[in-house]
């Protein structure tokens, strides 16, 4: 199907900003539907944040709003997240998600065929 790598995580202190990254590749497709995702051992995954192919709806999850900044550039086959006031809490494997359709939930993990490998994300205090 579609390639998708993630790229921009690291160990920040807490207040500070990262910024992820997400790349597509192989198979020609639209994908309407992209989202981030992020899971600590043990946890189920994480929604965190989703964006239409327009770009122009984004979703947040609560303990991400005002903080996170979710994007795409379907020119360059990338989709964004700009992370800032990072906090200990949002410590995870950050997962780039994507579905050429649109059914079902959003911020359902089950909503999404197409998976990065993931990038870990440490915030220390």
């Known amino acids: 199907q579609v390639q998708l790598v993630e790229s921009g995580g690291g160990l920040v202190q807490a207040g500070g900003s990262l910024g992820l990254s997400c790349a597509a590749s192989g198979r020609t497709v639209t994908m309407y539907r992209m989202a981030w995702f992020r899971q600590t051992p043990g946890k189920e995954r994480e929604f965190v944040a989703a964006i239409t192919w327009s770009g122009g709806s984004t979703y947040y999850a609560d303990s991400v709003k005002g903080r996170f900044t979710i994007s795409r550039d379907n020119a360059k086959n990338t989709m964004y997240l700009q992370m800032n006031s990072l906090k200990p809490e949002d410590t995870a494997v950050y997962y780039c998600?994507?579905?050429?359709?649109?059914?079902?939930?959003?911020?359902?993990?089950?909503?999404?065929?197409?998976w990065g490998q993931g990038t870990q994300v440490t915030v220390s205090s």
């Open positions: 998600a994507a579905d050429p359709r649109s059914i079902g939930y959003r911020s359902s993990s089950t909503s999404y065929n197409n």
